[in-house]
């Protein structure tokens, strides 16, 4: 069963190149889908949902997508701290355009 787990957001730059403070909208760390995805995640306990762009990279199995405290926090609601993780479900909404080579 997959699950979502909270890091804190970092200064440092993402794995796409940009940082957390450049970005307005939800990102996630998942470790096998393609960077700039965008992902229906939801909270099994709360049937919370939301909508996330892959920005950067977990580093843990296939099944977890990493949450920055925002992201985590819309999802996981009251006591998302304390909790820190939370079964989802997940569906791949739509993945980058491939560039052609010229």
């Known amino acids: 069963m997959p699950i979502a787990t909270f890091y804190s957001n970092s200064p ?31 909270n099994l306990s709360n ?5 996330v762009t892959v920005r950067d990279r977990g580093n843990f199995g296939r099944n ?9 926090s819309r999802l996981a609601g009251r006591g998302w701290r304390e909790r820190g ?3 989802i479900a997940y569906h791949v909404m739509s993945k980058p355009k491939k560039r052609s080579r010229a």
């Open 47 to 51: 049937g919370r949902r939301l909508v």
């Open 64 to 72: 977890v997508i990493d949450l920055p405290s925002r992201s985590f």
């Open 12 to 42: 440092g730059p993402l794995a796409d190149g940009t940082s957390y403070h450049q970005r307005g909208d939800f990102c996630a760390a998942p470790r096998y889908i393609p960077l700039g995805s965008q992902l229906l995640v939801r």
């Open 85 to 87: 993780v939370v079964k």
